[in-house]
């Protein structure tokens, strides 16, 4: 079920796989749907800010997704943890699904369930329609306020958390939107001691300690199911990386926060390698202690 974005009063959804239509009106307060370039926009007053991400990343991120070591390799894990604990779901949303790349792996791996994406920004959506085609529901969403009630099997937030100051009312909303028995994959960059200053030029508000998010999960009403580092392999090089960018800042010298996926080919080969090689333990039930990210999976209780 969805609610008014206006009013939050459940409503009846039109037929067919959108949630609405563009001359849609609440029964309960008369309010309609905003739509911009065919997109439902359902938290239109957020469109032009800067909360939490600079739309302006995606004509960059859209160019190194679906090559990039760190892109690729965090979809097949995604994807492997959603077959392996989901494997019947039908209704799957994506919280800040930017231009649908994780939504694409998806779509591959896992062609019979229904996706929806949502983003705060549509500039991030026009990208992911023309990937995904029909092949998904794009909402404009504040993931603060997600107006579904037992609407999705599974939701998933990835490298989203960190950009909200809010977080916890995330999760609970995330919570009332998933049916019985429904859960959820979220992850977030991890250690607070590796923040840098791509973190500040990403708009992080934070980076996890190994625990919160469980912690904050099991608060909104979680049973954590599986939680691993992710990006072990590579910890080593990515501190080297970080140390290097904040000496690099006392000199002066500013770095944009995708300078890290600005490689040469045969290095993003090299790494990729790697995390593969780490996807695949991971996949073959090692738990990583440390690592740049926390990756974990949870059931609604």
Known sequence: MWACPKCHSVTEASEGREPWSEDWRCQNCGAGIEYRDGVACLAPEMIDSLSGFDPQFFDILVKYEETSFWFVNRAALITALLARYFPHAAELLEIGCGTGSVLMAIRKAMPRVNLTGSELHPSGLIYARERLADGATLLQMDARDIIARSQFDVIGAFDVLEHI??????????????????????????????????????????????????RKLEAAGFRILHSTSFNSLLLPLMIASR??????????????????????GWLNRVLSSVLRIEVGLTKAGIHWPVGGSRVVVAQKA
């Open 243 to 264: 140390q290097m960018m904040i000496l690099r800042e006392r000199r002066g010298i500013k770095r944009d926060a995708l300078s890290e996926f600005q490689m040469s």
């Open 165 to 214: 100051a809010e977080d916890e009312a995330v999760m609970r909303q995330m919570h009332v939107a998933l049916k019985p028995s429904g859960g959820v994959i979220v992850s977030v960059p991890q250690h607070r001691w590796l923040w840098s200053p791509a973190d500040d030029v990403a708009f992080h508000e934070r980076r996890y300690p190994r625990g919160e998010m469980e």
